[in-house]
């Protein structure tokens, strides 16, 4: 039994030592190739470092070895393999549907021994190696968006690394737009630099003072350990960002009220017509709205189906597909219900509610309880900037839109035979009877007028909103009141009230909320009537009528 002890404690031994040269062999092996890792920029990227392997992506990347650019984007897609055990200059490949190719190359190889190989690690230090590397390569572009990207991709790096190629860069750069951007990009370099007089740094906090935008304050608020000069002058870059900073957002604010003000003019302007001229309180007017986005989904749907070609032009399309759907179907309300209670307007609220109900039941019916799903043509997608602002193209559009519409129903209430039949019937309609004009039928063609320009709102609305059965419901309140501060039939009042209400709603949200904002609005909107109960811009002639 002692026997078989010490025989088992000599294998236990022999097999302990066996281990610790293994792990000394690998070590020594690993660390060599560490070491030449320091030489290879491949060899770095293999290595097991996250360190290692970063500084070899950014040698590969000024390196001009023209396998830079695939070796880096196959990093990224995690398509790029290392031999598993470490030996000096280990193999690495990139992995194609088709096989294996050899990353230093590019040539086709036998596909290794997957049990050899191991994918190359991405961590958070190895990503932002990679963009930083990306931006690198495309410095050298002939397009000048492209180097521009590639500048901003190196600012937000700020690695100062990347401070002899961003040198280099500058020294061949013509373009005045790609010249700043890097300026930038070098300033943010040096100041994280361990390098640099304290009036290069100076020179650098005002090179991204006049950037002003939240990346370069996080940037100057990151920066610890400056010398006095710099750390102060850091600070007063971060209150002159903050102030600008609040400036851009009152303007963003103004913008996002001024393209929901479009909306509600779209939604306002049919109900302000048809309000002014019959008096009808018309609950089924976001219905309308919620015809002209449904509309607009079919249409969509039908050029996929049988024109896919067109499919970029379907939105404009749908505007005179939907003013048609919600303009008949107004015609047929106003001739089959509200013709029969006028002079009711309590009776004729509820009658247009269960209407609206059903209007939406019939909806959910047919399309479903569910979103529908709305796309965007391409020249309606992306974003403008503008300083520190971003317009969004969808939006700038609806306000264009927006505008269009209320210039054409203004050219036909003016100068249409329509709209002077319109304008008789709404200042005195008993005069414009005797004068042979037909105000039941100026009633049909009023209402359907107005239900056509909610069902183009629709189509609007369709680009930034869910298209849903309660689409108008979230619309219908916000028009009255437009309809109301405005002065009931009056289109310039709508303009004004659509515009002040959506940018005092867009001012009052951030601080107040969205509900309570409603209630806020509501309220002054109470004692504004208390003391205009015509609106802002009453229409005259009215009284003439009683």
Same mark, same amino acid.
């Given at each position: 039994?002692?026997?078989?002890?010490?025989?088992?404690?000599?294998?236990?031994?022999?097999?302990a030592r066996?281990?610790?040269?293994?792990?000394?062999?690998?070590?020594?092996?690993?660390?060599s190739?560490?070491?030449?890792?320091?030489e290879d920029?491949?060899?770095?990227?293999?290595?097991?470092?996250?360190?290692?392997?970063?500084?070899?992506?950014?040698?590969?990347?000024?390196?001009?070895?023209?396998?830079?650019?695939?070796?880096?984007?196959?990093?990224?897609?995690?398509?790029?393999?290392?031999w598993?055990?470490?030996?000096?200059?280990?193999?690495?490949?990139?992995?194609?549907?088709?096989?294996?190719v050899?990353?230093?190359?590019?040539?086709?190889?036998?596909?290794? /021994?997957?049990?050899?190989?191991?994918?190359?690690?991405v961590?958070?230090?190895?990503?932002?190696?990679?963009?930083?590397?990306?931006?690198?390569l495309e410095?050298?572009?002939?397009?000048?968006?492209?180097?521009?990207?590639a500048?901003?991709?190196?600012?937000?790096?700020?690695?100062?690394g990347?401070?002899?190629?961003?040198?280099?860069?500058?020294?061949?750069?013509?373009d005045?737009?790609?010249?700043?951007?890097?300026?930038?990009?070098?300033?943010?370099?040096?100041?994280?630099?361990?390098?640099?007089?304290?009036?290069e740094?100076?020179?650098?906090?005002?090179?991204?003072a006049?950037?002003?935008d %939240?990346?370069?304050?996080?940037?100057?608020?990151?920066?610890?350990?400056?010398p006095?000069?710099v750390?102060a002058?850091?600070?007063?870059?971060?209150?002159?960002?903050?102030?600008?900073?609040?400036?851009?957002?009152?303007?963003?604010n103004?913008?996002?009220?001024?393209?929901?003000g479009?909306?509600?003019?779209?939604?306002?302007?049919?109900?302000?017509?048809?309000?002014?001229?019959?008096?009808?309180?018309?609950?089924?007017?976001?219905?309308?709205? =919620?015809?002209?986005?449904?509309?607009?989904?079919?249409?969509?749907?039908?050029?996929?189906?049988f024109?896919?070609?067109?499919?970029?032009?379907g939105?404009?399309?749908?505007? /005179?597909?939907?003013?048609?759907?919600?303009?008949a179907?107004?015609?047929?309300?106003?001739?089959?219900?509200?013709?029969? %209670?006028?002079?009711?307007?309590l009776?004729?609220l509820?009658?247009?509610?269960?209407?609206?109900?059903?209007?939406?039941?019939?909806?959910?019916?047919?399309?479903?309880?569910?979103?529908q799903?709305?796309g965007?043509?391409?020249?309606?997608?992306?974003?403008?900037?503008?300083?520190g602002?971003?317009?969004?193209?969808?939006?700038?559009?609806?306000?264009?839109?927006?505008?269009?519409?209320?210039?054409a129903?203004?050219?036909?209430l003016?100068?249409?035979g329509?709209?002077?039949?319109?304008?008789a019937?709404?200042q005195?309609?008993? =005069?414009?009877?005797? =004068?042979?004009i037909?105000?039941?039928?100026?009633?049909?063609?009023?209402?359907?007028?107005?239900?056509?320009?909610?069902?183009?709102?629709g189509?609007?609305?369709?680009?930034?909103?869910?298209?849903? /059965?309660?689409?108008?419901q979230g619309?219908?309140?916000d028009?009255?009141?437009?309809?109301?501060?405005?002065?009931?039939?009056?289109?310039?009042g709508?303009?004004?009230?659509?515009?002040s209400?959506?940018v005092?709603?867009?001012?009052v949200?951030?601080?107040?909320?969205?509900?309570?904002?409603?209630?806020?609005?509501?309220?002054f909107?109470?004692?504004?009537?208390?003391?205009r109960?015509q609106?802002?811009?009453?229409?005259?002639?009215?009284?003439?009528e009683?």
């Amino acid at each position: 039994m002692d026997r078989l002890r010490c025989a088992g404690g000599r294998r236990r031994g022999r097999g302990a030592r066996w281990v610790v040269g293994a792990v000394a062999i690998a070590l020594v092996v690993g660390l060599s190739a560490i070491a030449h890792a320091g030489e290879d920029p491949f060899s770095a990227i293999a290595a097991l470092s996250a360190d290692v392997e970063s500084r070899g992506i950014a040698a590969l990347a000024v390196s001009g070895n023209p396998r830079a650019a695939a070796v880096i984007a196959a990093l990224r897609e995690g398509k790029l393999y290392a031999w598993k055990w470490p030996r000096p200059d280990p193999p690495l490949y990139i992995r194609t549907a088709t096989g294996f190719v050899d990353a230093r190359s590019g040539a086709a190889v036998a596909a290794p /021994p997957l049990l050899n190989l191991r994918r190359v690690i991405v961590s958070d230090t190895v990503r932002a190696a990679i963009d930083t590397a990306a931006g690198t390569l495309e410095l050298a572009s002939a397009s000048a968006t492209v180097r521009l990207k590639a500048a901003e991709t190196l600012f937000q790096a700020a690695d100062p690394g990347a401070l002899p190629l961003i040198d280099k860069a500058l020294a061949a750069e013509r373009d005045r737009q790609v010249l700043r951007a890097l300026r930038q990009a070098q300033a943010a370099a040096l100041l994280k630099s361990a390098t640099g007089s304290t009036a290069e740094r100076l020179a650098a906090v005002g090179t991204l003072a006049e950037r002003a935008d %939240l990346s370069t304050r996080n940037l100057l608020s990151s920066l610890a350990g400056q010398p006095p000069a710099v750390a102060a002058a850091i600070a007063a870059a971060i209150g002159d960002i903050d102030f600008k900073l609040k400036l851009w957002g009152v303007a963003e604010n103004v913008y996002y009220g001024l393209s929901l003000g479009a909306v509600l003019l779209l939604a306002a302007s049919g109900l302000a017509i048809s309000f002014g001229v019959m008096g009808v309180i018309n609950m089924a007017h976001g219905e309308m709205v =919620m015809i002209g986005a449904y509309t607009t989904f079919v249409v969509q749907q039908l050029i996929a189906a049988f024109a896919p070609a067109l499919s970029d032009l379907g939105l404009l399309v749908a505007i /005179p597909a939907a003013f048609l759907t919600a303009g008949a179907l107004g015609v047929a309300v106003e001739r089959l219900l509200i013709r029969f %209670l006028y002079g009711r307007p309590l009776e004729t609220l509820l009658a247009t509610w269960g209407l609206s109900l059903i209007l939406q039941q019939a909806v959910r019916s047919i399309f479903g309880p569910t979103n529908q799903d709305v796309g965007s043509p391409p020249w309606m997608s992306g974003a403008v900037q503008l300083g520190g602002l971003t317009l969004t193209v969808n939006r700038l559009w609806i306000v264009l839109f927006a505008g269009l519409v209320l210039a054409a129903l203004m050219a036909i209430l003016r100068w249409g035979g329509l709209g002077r039949s319109i304008r008789a019937v709404t200042q005195n309609r008993r =005069m414009a009877a005797v =004068m042979g004009i037909r105000t039941p039928l100026i009633d049909a063609l009023t209402f359907g007028l107005g239900s056509g320009i909610a069902g183009m709102a629709g189509v609007a609305l369709s680009q930034i909103d869910n298209v849903s /059965p309660n689409l108008g419901q979230g619309y219908i309140i916000d028009s009255f009141l437009v309809v109301v501060l405005g002065g009931v039939g009056n289109l310039w009042g709508t303009l004004f009230a659509a515009m002040s209400l959506g940018v005092v709603d867009k001012f009052v949200e951030p601080f107040e909320g969205a509900v309570l904002a409603k209630i806020l609005v509501l309220v002054f909107l109470i004692l504004f009537i208390q003391r205009r109960p015509q609106g802002l811009f009453p229409l005259k002639g009215r009284a003439a009528e009683a």
